[in-house]
């Protein structure tokens, strides 16, 4: 059976969370949110942020999040600004634009949006014959594993607010950035500096869950409207409370971002001491080595993987997923099919 180092959202969810759902499964509890657990959540990740004021929500995935809080936000004539490599831009069926608004694209190398990349989209003309700018759409990690330092996000929301625009931050894999070995950033930062952002339970130890979290108060009124409109009020609302409050419990949710950070940084340090170079160098749990055609081949027999990006010569980059739950016995299996498949190739060139 292959072991899928395909995605972070693989395995299911930490057991402390399918113990909780037990154990409270016959207790009865108010619907759409209103309920102990999800209050719990809530309480939680306003402690967090050190804002006891956040309007805080509980959705079953990314892309809805995005969807909601894009359509809420964006009026009928105005565009959001994302990276190339966006997740809006590349992996939700048109979400967007389905809703009638634009996705303007930056291209960038890591992944990251700045005031320097976004300042050309903002110079219209002629006025009202365009579309306006209004939210900048950024990932922290970002779809190739880079992370917004500190002073970067400080830097984007005073351009943003210096400009009229609203800072919406996905955080699907939050967890992670916040969790890699370089970062500077808490989530109370992340909190103080964007306008709108979310936390992703699902791809940190989660069955399913994104935390939207408004931090502009003037953005809040009447927000559940869109969110029942769109289909995303659950009436077992529990479900999301249950896991987000066992997720914040004890940092739970960061020890195991960090673990998944940790596996894939584990199998990056030894592929560059074997020589391999890197598309990202990326401080999270995803990495993409730059591998030759034949061992991409062969290491696919064994394990799932995407394959990110064909380069010159016959070599691609891949991309390769840990997870929370991913077992480090897995990790040196695949390290080790690598370096032997570097060794018969060293023998075969001498």
Not at 272 to 286: A, D, H, K, P, V
């Amino acid at each position: 059976m292959l072991y899928s180092f395909t995605n972070d959202y693989s395995e299911g969810c930490h057991p402390n969370i399918l113990q909780r759902l037990t154990e409270t499964n016959t207790q009865q509890q108010a619907g759409y949110g209103n309920d102990a657990f999800s209050l719990e959540s809530v309480a939680a990740i306003k402690a967090i942020c050190a804002q006891p004021d956040l309007d805080v929500h509980l959705v079953a995935g990314g892309t809805l999040a995005n969807l909601i809080v894009l359509s809420a936000f964006l009026k009928t004539y105005e565009s959001v600004i994302a990276a190339e490599t966006g997740h809006i831009n590349n992996h939700e069926a048109g979400a967007i634009e389905a809703t009638g608004h634009k996705i303007e694209t930056v291209a960038t190398p890591d992944g990251k949006l700045s005031p320097e990349l976004i300042r050309p989209l903002l110079n219209k003309f002629p006025e009202y014959h365009t579309v306006k700018p209004r939210i900048v759409y950024i990932s922290n990690s970002t779809e190739i594993g880079t992370i917004y330092k500190k002073q970067e996000l400080t830097d984007l929301y005073a351009f943003c607010q210096e400009n009229n625009l609203l800072l919406f931050m996905d955080g699907a894999r939050l967890a992670m950035a916040l969790s890699a070995e370089r970062n500077d950033l808490t989530l109370a930062d992340v909190a103080a500096l964007t306008d709108i952002f979310y936390l992703g339970a699902t791809k940190s130890g989660g069955l399913i869950g994104e935390a939207i979290v408004i931090c502009n108060a003037s953005l809040r009124k009447d927000f559940k409207y869109y969110i029942k409109q769109r289909g995303a009020l659950l009436a077992k609302g529990r479900l999301f409370g249950i896991q987000f409050a066992e997720l914040l419990r004890d940092n739970l949710m960061f020890h195991l971002a960090g673990h998944a950070n940790a596996m894939a940084q584990k199998i990056a340090r030894q592929l560059q001491e074997l020589g391999y170079s890197f598309l990202t160098q990326s401080e999270t749990n995803q990495i993409f080595p730059i591998l030759p055609d034949a061992f991409i081949a062969q290491l696919s027999k064994n394990y799932g993987f995407f394959v990110w990006r064909k380069m010159p010569g016959e070599v691609s980059a891949i991309r390769l997923i840990t997870s929370w739950a991913t077992p480090e016995k897995q990790v040196d299996q695949f390290l080790q099919e690598v370096k032997n498949l570097s060794a018969v190739a060293k023998q075969e060139l001498s």
